[in-house]
């Protein structure tokens, strides 16, 4: 292991967002630590992701506690790293992680109960060898457990000093007012809510959720942003023997790769073109055209891949045509 002495000049290059109404700023891109910071992936192939994003001026860095694989695997390598590179830099980067998946066995190992988010936390700091993390999320709705339990946990883990702001995740709209409302009441407001936003799922605009956090004061974080690739180059003439779909296909599988998807993907990629980027940068620049958004959470799986993605900063604005050229692809194609 090299010794790490970020780059002087990582502040030059990187766009910073307002948070909602908050005063914290943003990175344009944030790092994910969903894929390829867990045991089946060499430490140093980690290492260098992270070293190349932190250069990059990437200081958001998105966990949680079931990243790995295997779960808690993420944080525990992040711990390692903070120690390892990080550790004069910690006031630099802004730490999140979540908690309300699968963790343990039992009846308080998952969901949104004050139970599983107090001891998920305390088990996420201990990974991460931090005494705080500056971001702590209810990562999904619980249907069972009472919101105000849930938000008044949130409450009271910004109130321990173990979280400096709280945000929700993939929870519905009226549960995500009511959380909004919760926690502007008590003193601890949402900081940001996080949904899945991107080209071929825009349900985040459609229902409402995206204006929503804009209207009580929130920042708003978008994940999967490239579709888990379909949003790239990668599926233009088949599959690929190293590709997602052939070697994990939990999350993207071969008969979501349909004719009517593929042909929307063609499309996109000429239109690209025409503007003179990948079609990769053009999504992740789509997703930045909503003055709503706040961050996109990219996933890499080496620094060359984190650092093509950095493209998007630079890509020009879209002309009214091009917006009402992709949605005529997304809907008639």
Request: aromatic share 10%.
């Amino acid at each position: 292991m090299s010794e790490y002495n970020p780059s002087p000049s990582r502040y030059d290059g990187m766009t910073y967002r307002r948070c909602g109404r908050s005063g914290v700023l943003l990175p344009a891109l944030s790092l994910g630590f969903w894929h390829n910071f867990g045991e089946v992936t060499p430490e140093e192939q980690s290492r260098a992701i992270v070293r190349a994003a932190f250069d990059a001026g990437i200081t958001h860095f998105d966990l949680a506690n079931n990243y790995g694989p295997q779960p808690g695997a993420a944080e525990s390598r992040l711990g390692k790293f903070l120690h390892d590179d990080f550790a004069a830099h910690r006031d630099e980067l802004f730490i999140a992680t979540k908690a309300a998946y699968d963790m343990w066995a039992g009846p308080y190992g998952s969901w949104a109960s004050r139970k599983h988010l107090m001891a998920s936390l305390d088990q996420s700091l201990e990974r991460l060898q931090l005494d705080y993390v500056d971001l702590f999320y209810c990562h999904r709705y619980d249907p069972a457990t009472p919101l105000d339990e849930t938000l008044q946990a949130l409450v009271d883990i910004v109130h321990s000093g173990k979280a400096l702001y709280v945000g929700l995740s993939r929870w519905p709209l009226e549960a995500a007012r009511f959380g909004f409302d919760y926690l502007r009441r008590h003193d601890v407001p949402c900081l940001i809510y996080q949904g899945r936003m991107n080209l071929f799922d825009q349900a985040p605009k459609a229902e409402g959720t995206l204006a929503a956090a804009h209207e009580s004061g929130a920042g708003f974080i978008s994940f999967s942003p490239l579709a888990q690739g379909l949003l790239t180059d990668r599926y233009l003439n088949g599959i690929p023997a190293d590709s997602r779909i052939a070697h994990d296909p939990r999350f993207l599988k071969a008969d979501m790769l349909t004719p009517e998807t593929l042909s929307r993907i063609h499309a996109l990629n000429d239109l690209a073109a025409q503007r003179g980027e990948a079609l990769a940068t053009m999504a992740l620049s789509w997703i930045l055209h909503h003055s709503e958004v706040t961050s996109v959470i990219i996933g890499a799986s080496s620094p060359e891949q984190l650092r093509r993605n950095l493209a998007c900063l630079d890509s020009p604005d879209f002309t009214e045509e091009e917006m009402e050229a992709i949605q005529n692809i997304l809907n008639h194609s």
